[in-house]
Every structure is written in C-alpha cells, then in structure tokens.
C-alpha cells in the first residue's frame, strides 16, 4: 500500500511539473506578446486601383500566401485586413489583372496603395479579345456585355411566336430587424407567438414579426403577333385583415406595384415604383463599369461572371454580377442584382435579387426561378419593413399556339371561384416550393391576431390618424381633419359626421355631416344614401351603386381639389383676397357602374339653387344701380361621365382612391347638359370635356406626367357661375392639378385647352454635385399652360344677356377671359427634402397686369415616395 501510494504521488508531481511548465511557457509567449514579439495584430488597409487608368478596381480578393485567410476590396476598391498572426506578405488577385505579392510590417498599421497591371494572358480564356485596363473602349468586359446586348433579342421569350406556362408566386411581409428589448416591450406580451428568430447574417436581422402573405398560381400564355399576354389566375390565398381598416385588394395591388416582375432583358426595370437601368440595356456601357471575375469551367457551357457596378453611385443603378453563357447565344445564366448604399432611393435599406434561368431543349435559357428581397426603414438602423416575393416557373411550352379566346379579355383574369376558399391541403399539392418557416403561420397568426382586443384597439387607433375616421361597428365618425376649419365668410366652423359601415348592411350606406359657421351663422350640412347593386361595399372595386344625396354648403368657385377634402383644417391658410365665394343647395342623384377591365361610367341628374357670397353679386348686364341683384342662379343638369383607365392599380382609402401610377394612360370623357324649364333650370346648354394623363419613363432621365385637357360649351348666354372657372390655388401647398399661381375665379372660358407636364428627374443631375449627392434631393421641373376664350355671345363685354364679371370692393374686374394669350406659369423645384418635402419657386410668365397676382411664389407639397 505504501509503495502503491508513494507512487501515486510521484505520478502526481510529474503532472503538476509538467503543468506548471506549460503555463510558464503559454505566460511567457503572452508576455513576449505582449511586448511586440510575438502574435502581433497587424492592420493592413488601401485602395486597389488600375496601374495605367487609375480606375479603382472592386472586389478585388487579398489573401495569405499558403492558407485561405483574406477578404476582398468592396465597391470603391477600398480594403482593409486585420491580422492576430505573424505573416510576412500579403497577395492581390484579379482576373484579367497579374497578381501581386506585398510584404508587410508585423505589428504595424500600414497602408498600402496597389496598383494592378492588365495580364493579356489569361484574359484568352474567357474567348474575348481586348486589354483589360477600365474604359470602354478596347475592354473586353464591355465587348462582352456588348455581345449580351447585341443577343438579347433572341434570348427573351418575346423571340418565341408562342409560350406558355405554369407560375407559383408568393409575396410575404414581416417587421424586420427587431430588438429583443422591442419584443420584450409590455404591449407585445400577449402576441410573442408572432415573432421569429432568423440567422442574424440575413436581410432582416434575427428577430422578425411576419405579417403578411399571398400565394398565387397562375398559367400564363404568351403570343407574339398580336403581342398578348394573358395569366389565367388559377388560385389565390392572401392573409386578410379587416376590411373595415385595411383595403385588402389595394394593399395586393400595392405590394406587387412595388414587388414586380424582374425581366433582366428590357431596358429599364422597376423597383420600388422606380425605374433602375438593367446591366444589359442598350446604354448600359455608359452608365455601369464591368469587370471580368472569373470563368466557371465546370459547367456546360463555360460561364463567364462578370461583374458590374455604377459610374455614380447615387443613380438608379445596379450593382452586382451576372453569369454569361459562352456558347454562342451570350444569355444570362444566373444573376445577382443589389444596389448601392447611397443609392438615390427613399426608405430602402437593402435589396437582394436573384434571378435563376433553365436550358430549354432548343438550347435558349428560360427564367426558372426569380427571388426579390427588400427592406424599408426610416434610418439606417432599428426596426424596419422586410418583403420578399419569389416567382418560380415551370412546364414550358413553346410555338403552341392556343385558340383566341385564350388570349382575350384583361391582363389577368381568375379561372376560379373567389367565394370558394382554398386551404393549406390544397397549397401543399400545388406549390411550386415549400413555405419557409417564418411564413408558415402567417395565416393563422393573421386570423388569430384580429380576435385580441388589443390589436383591434391599435387598428382602431391607427385608422383614425391614417384615414380620419373612427369607428364604432356600425358608424364610424370623421374625417377628423373637418371638425375645425375658418374661412372669411365662415368664420370659425365647426363640423361633425360619419356614416354607416359593412356591419350595418352590405347594401345600403348612408352618409352625413352637419357643420355650423359662427360668422355668417349658417348651418350646413349634408346626406346621402346609396344602395349597392353587386352587394360589396360602395368603396369595394369594382363599384356598382345608386346614390341620392342633399348639400348645403359653401364652395369656392375654380378650387378643385384632389384626395384633400376642402374645409380641411390646414387649406384655412390662404393668400391673397380670399373673398369670392357660394352658397349651394344641391341635389344629386347618380349611377355608377365599374368593369374588370378597368372601363366605368356615371350617370347623373343634378339641381342646385347657388347664392353668391362674400364680395360676389349676380348682377345682369342691363342691371342699374339701385336695383336688387340676382339672388340666386338655378339649375338643372343631366351628366355623363366615361372613363377607361387599362391596368389602373390603386388603394381604397376610407376617403379617396390613391392611385398607383404606372405606365398606362387614363382617358376620361364628361358631358353635362343643361336642362332649362326643368326644375326651375334657367338655361340651356351642352359641356363636353376630355381629358387625358400619362406617365412617361424616361430611363436615367427619370419620368414625365403629362396631363392634356380640352373642353367646350355649346349654348349662348350662359352666366360666367357655369361657364368654365379654371382651377386655380390661393393655399401654400403646391397643386398639381391646379394653376398655383392663379386667383380664384380669375379666367373664365366656354371652350379650352391646357396641359400640364410635372417632370421628376430623380436627382439625376443633383447626383453629379457632391455637395447635394449625400442629400440625396431631387430636380422637379413643371410647366402649365391653359389657352381658352370666350365666345360673344357668352361674354357679357360684348353684350350677351348674362351676369357681368364680379368686381373686387374697388370696383376693378377679378375675372377675365384668355382670349389674347394662353395663360402660362412654371416652375423649378427641389424634392425629397428629409424623404418627404418637395418644395418649387413658380413663375408666372404672363396676364401681370391683373390686380392682386404675384410673379412669383414659393409652394411646398409633402410627397411620400420611394
């Protein structure tokens, strides 16, 4: 026992011996460290540029000679490596460019500059002849997104006479880049079920809140001559919220409007609501620098990766690489589009694209998959908005032709039936690709969410300060920014109403408001009923409704206001005389009737009695002084209105329709007829109006709106209250649709014609003044012109029995016909301002000469944009 036990202890010294020797050694080498010796960190960092243009040259890779530790050069050229080991050199590697090895100072910061020459040799490989210096001219990156362009044609499916086939797509919405104090927070103790965790290394950070999801599947036929594109809509599933506060269909039309198709082949392609130049248009050259990265020899046929990235990085432009087949067709194997972090682009804070394309049996390359990630967010950090839609595609067909009827009618038309509810076995049969995790219980969760009170009580709370109007089941009250306004024939006005909800009836609706002015101490008010013909809200598309209402209030002649109620609270403020108004009593009925394909017309019958107020009189042309005035005008007006808006894309708010603009014009055609001897009507007449509005792309250049209007009445001696009083804006806030420097009631017209052209640069020049780049603002440019007259026998200065032009409280004429010169102002602005203000300095080019008008103007309107 003794010898066993003497021999444990002698084992046990020679361990804790040799311990103590290894920790002697391992404190040693820290020391040694820790005086420069050994194990230093070492910082290298520079820019990597061409050695004869003196281009900077991106992702460039910097390794370690013999291991696999390094990084690569980001968008500028720019580097920076930090090292915890002892190495002596550090190598630059680029294709097309030869290598180059660099020693370092171990334990030093240091900056070294690289400037890397062209290597002629290995650009051989990639079967494209040329240096590799950055220029367009002799470079062989450029020659080879030249052989792209020059085979895009025949590599789209355009090419084809026919093809069809099968598409899966889903959308899906979460809060993004959550913190865990956030989730934590009091208010979310009930809804922890709804967050997921993600890999923190994705868009969209580690916690996320889903919130939205929609799945469609779809088989789309494509015919060249005539160009028809037509997706048959087999099945739809959305998560939905409640109608009451959220635009179901609206919210659809808007996701997809900011998630549409990515087609790498046309020219421009549109993100956000904006257009970003693709890599391969036909002027990409002069906007993008290329380079090539590397040749993938294991796939058949070899690929080519070439990189791109903008000339300015502010520009709606690309960043990223695509992967180019060298076997004669130059297609687009894969892509990878993202854009650049000081991209000019509101509220974006990362976008990933992936674009995915199969070898069909003919040897084209047809798109397989499409994948769009995009976070939004106020800042560059904290919480955010991330959507993704993913488009996959299968059981191509080409040249089959299919009959006519295939290709007929709209865009896009459902082959199912909407009443009849798709569930999860169903989805599971057809999807294309499974649902990812954070998707799966979007659906649940969203059916789950709205029977918690505390949710609905934050809708609630939300809808009244988004959409004004609070509800309370059955009615709901508002809009909340009526309740309080002033005027000079008003005075102080107070105001209150709402109106009926779903909950009372599907059908019928009812409407009102009662208001009180404490000057000119008037009660004002309104009602209206309709009935719905096709049992859907009267704010449901497509609209099928009658409806009878009554008014008494007071309007401003020539304002015309769009999505803005006008005793808005904030259009109180106003410049110049602000002293011309009416009081009317109008009753109205209408019908109004909506199609799919986005054609709707309005039948109307309309009787007023209009009573003129603050400076304005009806006076006859024969009136002598002393008499009594006019006291007020009636009549009496059937009206038509057609309307046929293709593709028209918008929200449904709780008070107007914001539309969703693209490309497609808006044609809109309004005849009203007065009828005298009905209903006491005083005069006869026909008023024919056309308007027409369309928004141009113009690439890199940004895009036009362009709004032409035309009108013309027939009849004679009709009093100025019913002629055409163009639209003019005496606020501060810049009116699109209106002349903001025009007063009111100061041009009347039986026959006329205008445009309007507001043009949005998008900061295409302010993105070359490196002052403004960071700013991030935006060039608006706009010029309106209105060219009219007024026929003799409608114009009381040349003797027609009608009321004289109103005078101001001098007696000098306030309104005045354009027959000498059309009537033109313009105007220069800065938008964008804090990714909400626009703001224009607006000239007046003509009729200076009026009393009470100013040359010049400044007006601010709020825009949110992306």
Not at 417 to 444: A, C, F, M
Request: with cysteine; aromatic share 14%; charged share 25%.
């Amino acid at each position: 026992m003794r010898h066993g036990k003497q021999y444990r202890i002698s084992c046990d010294y020679k361990m804790l011996k040799t311990l103590y020797i290894r920790f002697a050694l391992m404190a040693g080498i820290l020391l040694l460290g820790g005086t420069g010796v050994l194990a230093q960190t070492t910082t290298i960092k520079g820019v990597i540029t061409d050695a004869q243009t003196g281009e900077t040259l991106p992702y460039v890779s910097i390794v370690i000679p013999g291991t696999t530790m390094g990084t690569s050069a980001d968008v500028d050229g720019k580097y920076a490596l930090t090292l915890k080991e002892n190495y002596a050199a550090i190598r630059f590697t680029y294709v097309g460019y030869e290598s180059i090895d660099k020693k370092i100072t171990v334990g030093a910061d240091q900056v070294i500059n690289i400037k890397m020459k062209v290597d002629a040799s290995m650009l051989k490989e990639v079967t494209v002849k040329g240096r590799a210096r950055y220029r367009n001219k002799d470079n062989p990156a450029v020659q080879l997104i030249r052989q792209v362009i020059e085979n895009r044609d025949k590599n789209q499916m355009a090419n084809y006479d026919f093809a069809e086939y099968e598409q899966y797509e889903k959308i899906s919405f979460a809060l993004s880049n959550l913190s865990d104090k956030f989730k934590e927070r009091r208010i979310f103790r009930n809804y922890q079920f709804l967050f997921k965790d993600q890999d923190s290394s994705t868009i969209g950070g580690k916690n996320i809140l889903p919130a939205y999801i929609q799945e469609k599947l779809s088989q789309v036929y494509f015919r060249k001559n005539p160009y028809t594109k037509k997706q048959w809509v087999k099945a739809n599933r959305r998560a939905e919220f409640d109608a009451r506060f959220v635009d179901n269909d609206g919210l659809s039309a808007y996701f997809n409007r900011l998630y549409e198709d990515i087609n790498i082949y046309k020219n421009d392609i549109s993100i956000a609501t904006n257009l970003l130049l693709s890599p391969i248009a036909n002027t990409a050259p002069t906007f993008y620098k290329y380079f090539i990265r590397d040749t993938v020899k294991t796939h058949e046929p070899w690929l080519v990766e070439l990189g791109f990235v903008p000339r300015n990085k502010t520009d709606m432009l690309f960043e990223g690489k695509l992967f180019i087949t060298l076997d004669g067709n130059y297609a687009v194997q894969n892509a990878y589009l993202t854009v650049n972090k000081d991209i000019n682009l509101n509220f974006m804070r990362d976008l990933e694209a992936r674009l995915e394309f199969e070898k069909s049996p003919d040897g084209r390359y047809h798109p397989s998959k499409t994948t769009l990630g995009m976070e939004f967010a106020l800042g560059e950090k904290g919480g955010g908005l991330f959507g993704q839609r993913v488009v996959n595609y299968k059981n191509y067909e080409v040249n089959q032709p299919r009959p006519d009827s295939v290709y007929r009618g709209p865009a896009e038309q459902a082959i199912y039936n909407p009443l009849i509810k798709t569930g999860e076995s169903y989805w599971q049969q057809v999807r294309h690709i499974p649902l990812e995790k954070s998707e799966r219980d979007i659906y649940r969760n969203v059916d789950t969410l709205q029977t918690i009170p505390s949710f609905r009580r934050t809708m609630d709370i939300t809808s009244l300060f988004l959409a004004g109007y609070k509800s309370f089941d059955i009615v709901e009250v508002g809009p909340v920014n009526t309740f309080y306004s002033f005027n000079p024939v008003e005075g102080f006005r107070l105001r209150f109403g709402g109106r009926t909800t779903t909950d009372l009836s599907k059908r019928i609706f009812f409407e009102t408001y009662a208001a009180y002015g404490f000057k000119d101490q008037k009660w004002k008010y309104f009602l209206s009923g309709t009935y719905s013909l096709n049992n859907k809200s009267v704010y449901h598309f497509p609209l099928h409704y009658i409806r009878a209402s009554y008014q008494r209030d007071t309007k401003i002649p020539g304002q015309d206001l769009q999505f803005v109620q006008e005793d808005n609270f904030l259009l109180s403020f106003k410049r110049g005389q602000n002293n011309r108004w009416l009081y009317n009593d109008i009753y109205k009925a209408e019908y109004v009737r909506e199609f799919q394909n986005r054609f709707s017309y309005k039948v109307g019958f309309t009787h007023w009695n209009q009573r003129p107020a603050g400076i304005l009189e009806y006076k006859p042309v024969e009136h002598i002084d002393g008499q009594p005035t006019v006291a007020q005008l009636s009549n009496t007006e059937v009206n038509l209105e057609l309307r046929y808006a293709p593709n028209e894309q918008f929200y449904q708010g709780k008070l107007y329709r914001t539309p969703i603009i693209n490309k497609f014009p808006i044609f809109t055609l309004r005849y009203n007829a007065g009828l005298k001897g009905v209903l006491n009507g005083e005069n006869s007449y026909h008023n024919v109006t056309a308007n027409i509005s369309k928004r141009i792309y113009l690439s890199q250049l940004g895009f036009m709106d362009i709004t032409t209007e035309g009108g013309y009445i027939f009849g004679k001696n009709i009093p100025f209250p019913l002629l055409t009083i163009h639209r003019a804006n005496q606020t501060y806030a810049y009116q699109l649709n209106s002349y903001n420097l025009m007063n009111f009631l100061e041009f009347v017209s039986d026959h006329y014609a205008s445009l309007d052209v507001q043009y949005y640069m998008n900061g295409f020049l302010f993105n070359k003044i490196p002052l403004l780049k960071k700013l991030k603002l935006r060039e608006v440019f706009s010029f309106k012109a209105a060219v009219g007259g007024l026929r003799d026998e409608n114009n009381p200065l040349k003797g027609a029995s009608v009321y004289q032009f109103p005078v101001d409280d001098q007696g000098r004429p306030i309104s005045y016909t354009m027959d000498k010169q059309p009537y033109m102002e313009g105007s220069i602005g800065v938008a964008n301002i804090f990714k909400l203000l626009r703001v224009d300095l607006v000239k007046r080019f003509n009729y200076l000469d009026h009393p009470n008008v100013s040359e010049w103007g400044i007006r601010a309107r709020f825009r949110l944009d992306f």
